[in-house]
T-cell receptor, first 115, second 111 residues
Framework: AQSVTQLGSHVSVSEGALVLLRCNYSSSVPPYLFWYVQYPNQGLQLLLKYTSAATLVKGINGFEAEFKKSETSFHLTKPSAHMSDAAEYFCAVRRSGGSNYKLTFGKGTLLTVNP | DTAVSQTPKYLVTQMGNDKSIKCEQNLGHDTMYWYKQDSKKFLKIMFSYNNKELIINETVPNRFSPKSPDKAHLNLHINSLELGDSAVYFC??????????FGPGTRLTVL
């Protein structure tokens, strides 16, 4: 079984500051990991994914995440926050093999960006 | 050029009614999903179809019945609606094991 824990339900940063959103996973098999963003009243948009290639993954809008197996982590970072980054962020895990493609999501982290 | 679309976007109904939500994808994907997002924003898989065959059926009340008439469509029918069914329902699609693309969601409110 897979699970995801997102530390911090709410993160607040100043515009231009570093963004760090934390995600730890649990998986009995090698995982695939994803970060999605949800803007108010919208669907989920994929930011980036880890699928067992490079451990440092670059995504859209300047975000990146690093897969650390020893720490079972997949934290999301961005060097400089923009006001437009304010949204809910979800980390998700699924197994890398088999035919069960379901995503298991964390509880989400709301990012607010202060001017 | 919408990739995954859902109708309706909002659905307000009375307890006990039956309602349907429709989903269509034009990405040529072979797998489609229904997720439920509750009031605390928690997302949970409900169902998944691969090439019109049900492959994931989580512990969802049997009042919920998905139907996939073809690979591009996945509908969700809900019988005897209850207050606890109020949520946002998201449809998603993927090409087999690749990343999932989500629709805009259907906000269901049961009064």
């Amino acid at each position: 079984a897979q699970s995801v824990t997102q530390l911090g339900s709410h993160v607040s940063v100043s515009e231009g500051a570093l963004v760090l959103l934390r995600c730890n996973y649990s998986s009995s098999v090698p995982p695939y990991l994803f970060w999605y963003v949800q803007y108010p009243n919208q669907g989920l948009q994929l930011l980036l994914k880890y699928t067992s290639a490079a451990t440092l993954v670059k995504g859209i809008n300047g975000f990146e995440a690093e897969f650390k197996k020893s720490e079972t982590s997949f934290h999301l970072t961005k060097p400089s926050a923009h006001m437009s980054d304010a949204a809910e962020y979800f980390c998700a895990v699924r197994r890398s093999g088999g035919s069960n493609y379901k995503l298991t999501f964390g509880k989400g982290t709301l990012l607010t960006v202060n001017p | 050029d919408t990739a995954v679309s859902q109708t309706p976007k909002y659905l307000v109904t009375q307890m006990g009614n039956d309602k349907s939500i429709k989903c269509e994808q034009n990405l040529g994907h072979d797998t489609m999903y229904w997720y439920k997002q509750d009031s605390k924003k928690f997302l949970k898989i409900m169902f998944s179809y691969n090439n019109k065959e049900l492959i994931i059926n989580e512990t969802v009340p049997n009042r919920f019945s998905p139907k996939s008439p073809d690979k591009a469509h996945l509908n969700l029918h809900i019988n005897s609606l209850e207050l606890g069914d109020s949520a946002v329902y998201f449809c998603a699609s993927s090409q087999t094991a690749n990343e999932q693309f989500f629709g805009p969601g259907t906000r269901l409110t049961v009064l």
